[in-house]
């Protein structure tokens, strides 16, 4: 492997494992709450990212028919990706759906509170 | 009435237009980036304007909890009808060459504008439910 | 028209009553459509088995589209079995909700109660039967979103954080499925499980087919509770309502493994997974602790719902030692323990939820005296246990003298040790139960209770009674999980 050149060239990949460690490492070390499902959005996106970059053909215009012969993108990671997003946005809902519940029963979103309000069994 | 006038001029102007490009989005998805989920987000958005401008009542009253619950049902029942009517007229389950009986090109087209539709319909009344879930909470 | 489909309504009629289940009003309407629907799936399920034990592999093209283009159901011996046991566990359920669900959730949160329940049945079931990895991914999240919803109703307020840690673990363990199968399909082209399988051979030098193999490895064995990822099992299990924990802890993980033993053995193959990679120095070592340290850690539990959730991590750890030995008898144990557990477990947290709804308390003092007071109850949990144990005439004595035979055969006389070991350890913690129940008398100040209702009696025992039935004629369970392990392994065509 030719690594100078392929370091640039591998830009999108580079995005993508930036983005899904910033977002894995926002879910460990976050104490708060809210800061958890972001980090989990970011991690996230960062999927969305690795999938939608692997489908683009070089000199690829977008997946949708036309009637003259052109060079399509793969329009299937496309596809995936629509299911995931929306899979995301369920998740994320229902993640702060849980806060809210769980701001009302305590009176705090911090992990470190709950916990001492919870005594150990 | 005096506060936020222009948001509230604006917006109420502003809202058919956003429907009717959620309308758009909606069926030009086969010709154009759009579809079933995109274009229910957008619908859904125009309610969510509605509730942030106006307040969470007001927009309670327009967009009723049962009537988006059974949006919600009937997006849903759209899409495995689909299905389920693929499966009576003889083909495999969700197979789209069926539903039309003189050309299967035909029912591809048919049968996609439907899913998408539920899809649509159901998504635009998630949307709303989960922001009117969430925007009614501490008040009582 | 029916019998052509049975794969596609295997998944369908579940996914169809969920949402009209939202329609029904009540208490009962909900809990009764929902039954019946468990009650066919169960049906088609049976059906698809025998199918599939009379003439093999069932293919099935969703859409009409052929595949690998299309997403294609496919239906063997390994997931027809897994099939059996996620649907049967739901039908025994379901009829045991009416009253266990009518006390302890509110009752107008009983439609979406079922729609939940309906939904988590369905993304089980299409986890199981789907022949596409990414479809896969989908009905997994189907099934795990239900999850979290099902957990959080429970009373007590810390199921709402616990619902939301197996949030947040298994969102990132099916992220990482997701990204494995994103890099799967960079590799090959393709999505469809059986051509990856023909694929993936000529890929093997590939370091993205290293990386996919990696995601994957984390993302199932989070999902499945493998120790060390198993954190967000115990809280769980503990504080969903007694039906929720019934069925997750005999469905959630099982079909988990299934995903482990679909992708690690018939996507990816034998040779690349064991032989290349060694995959097994990583499972058995981590499968040993789970049995050693979860059993112990069990024994130190107040709660006894907590303490057999730890034994189910254990007990997951049995699981994936039979599949570390990678032979046919290791293979065998693990997957007649998919069963066994499913059942034992099942008919013991029912058995719980029993306790829960006259007692109002599953903690150990809560167990004073119960063996006189709720005798059918507590002989119930006490087979369950006797089964946990591993005592000759139950079924968990079948998984163990399948797994240490399997031990045996390569020689590894410390991982049948640990087994034993891990036998001896769940002694313990059942013995602490029975203790209570049977030779404790109950408080003086402690209200009259009666024995549970028959609704909830009924299901406990049938998966009791299970337990001890195929734990004497194994000709069922064991021949076919023989027969799902030599396919999974390529021994027999």
Known sequence: MDIPADIPGLYNYWIVVVLMMVGFYVVISRTNLVKKIVGLNIFQTSVFILYISMGKVKGGTAPILVDHPVTYSNPLPHVLILTAIVVGVATTALGAALIVRIKEAYGTVEEDEIQAMEPDE | ?140 | ?493
Not at chain 2, 32 to 56: E, K, N, W
């Open chain 3, 1 to 493: 028209m029916i019998a052509h489909n049975l794969p596609a309504l295997q998944v369908v009629l579940p996914l169809i009553a969920a949402p009209l289940c939202l329609l029904l009003r009540g208490s009962n309407w909900p809990w009764a459509f929902a039954t019946l629907v468990s009650w066919a799936a169960f049906a088609i399920s049976v059906a698809l088995l025998s199918q599939v034990l009379d003439s093999g592999t069932i293919s099935y093209a969703m859409g009409g589209w052929a595949p690998p283009w299309g997403i294609e159901y496919r239906v063997d011996t390994v997931n027809a079995f897994v099939l059996l046991i996620v649907s049967a566990i739901g039908a025994v359920v379901l009829p045991y909700a009416r009253v266990s669900v009518g006390h302890e959730i509110p009752a107008e949160r009983h439609p979406a109660f079922f729609t939940a329940l309906l939904l988590s049945l369905t993304g089980l079931l299409g986890v199981t039967i789907t022949g596409d990895a990414f479809n896969l991914f989908v009905f997994l999240e189907i099934s795990s979103l239900s999850s979290y919803v099902l957990i959080a109703l429970g009373r007590d307020r810390r199921a709402l954080t616990a619902s939301l840690q197996y949030l947040i673990m298994g969102t990132i363990g099916a992220t990482f499925i997701v990204i494995g199968i994103g890099l799967l399909y960079m590799v090959t082209g393709t999505l469809n499980m059986a051509d990856l399988a023909a694929r993936i051979p000529a890929a093997v030098d590939s370091r993205t087919l290293l990386a996919a193999f990696a995601f994957l490895t984390v993302g199932t064995t989070l999902k499945l509770a493998l120790f060390p990822l198993h954190s967000w099992l115990p809280n769980a299990y503990a504080y969903a309502p007694s039906v929720v924990t019934g069925f997750l802890a005999a469905t959630a993980t099982k079909v988990s493994v299934y995903i482990l033993l679909r992708f690690f053995f018939s996507v990816l193959g034998t040779e690349y997974t064991f032989e290349r990679l060694t995959l097994e120095q990583l499972l058995i070592p981590l499968a040993a602790v789970a049995v050693l340290v979860c059993s112990t850690v069990a024994i130190y539990q107040n709660d006894v719902k907590r303490m057999l959730a730890y034994s189910s991590v254990a007990q997951i750890g049995y699981i994936i030692l039979g599949i570390g030995f990678v032979s046919t008898t290791g293979l065998t144990a693990a997957i007649v323990h998919l069963f066994n557990h499913a059942v034992m477990k099942g008919g013991l947290f029912l058995a719980l939820g029993c306790v829960m709804l006259r007692v109002g308390s599953v903690r150990l003092d809560a167990f004073a005296g119960l063996g006189r007071r709720m005798p059918l109850t507590m002989f119930a949990f006490v087979l369950g246990g006797l089964s946990l144990i591993g005592v000759p005439l139950t079924v968990g004595f079948i998984s163990k003298w399948y797994l240490v035979q399997a031990a045996l055969e390569q020689g590894a006389w410390i991982l049948a040790i640990v087994i034993l070991v891990g036998s001896l350890l769940a002694v313990i913690y059942i013995w602490r139960v029975v203790e209570v129940a049977y030779l404790r008398p109950p408080p003086a100040d402690a209200a009259p209770v009666s024995e549970a209702p028959l609704s909830m009696l009924i299901p406990t025992w049938i998966l009791i009674g299970a337990s001890i039935y195929f734990g004497i004629d194994t000709s069922l369970t064991v021949g076919i999980a023989r027969r799902a392990a030599e396919t999974l392994l390529g021994v027999t065509p």
């Open chain 2, 1 to 140: 009435m005096r506060k936020h006038l222009v948001l509230r001029v604006v917006s109420k102007l502003l809202m058919p237009f956003i429907l009717l490009f959620a309308l758009y989005v909606q069926f030009h998805g086969d010709f154009g980036p759009g579809g079933g989920f995109q274009a229910g987000v957008i619908f859904g958005s125009t309610f969510i304007l509605y509730a942030l401008v106006y307040g969470v009542e007001t927009a309670r009253r327009v967009a009723r909890d049962w009537v988006l619950r059974l949006f919600m049902i009937t997006g849903v029942l759209i899409y495995i009808g689909v299905g389920y009517v693929a499966l009576f007229l003889g083909g495999p389950f969700l197979d789209y060459n069926t539903l039309s009986a003189h050309d299967p090109v035909h029912g591809q087209h048919l049968g996609i504008l439907l899913v998408e539709l539920g899809v649509g319909i159901t998504v635009a009344a998630t949307m709303v439910t989960i922001f009117f879930a969430f925007a009614s909470r501490g008040r009582g």
